[in-house]
């Protein structure tokens, strides 16, 4: 199951990473640029920091891995 952020979410929405977490507390990250082929520049390295930031943020004891 792929996950985009509703609006109103309180999430940020991302053009160049689709992500996911699992009711187990597992974050999944899937690049989405086939242009670069997933090259880790610009948008897509602070897209995924992003992400990684907001998930590590709202540790809550249930959220395990990335």
């Not at 609006?7 to 242009?35: C, H, R, Y």
């Amino acid at each position: 199951m792929q996950h985009r952020p509703s609006e109103g979410s309180g999430e940020m929405a991302f053009e160049k990473i689709l992500s996911e977490t699992t009711p187990e507390g597992v974050l999944i990250l899937t690049m989405n640029d086939p242009e670069t082929l997933n090259a880790l520049g610009e948008p897509l390295m602070p897209e995924l920091l992003s992400e990684v930031e907001r998930f590590a943020a709202c540790f809550d004891g249930e959220r395990r891995t990335i």
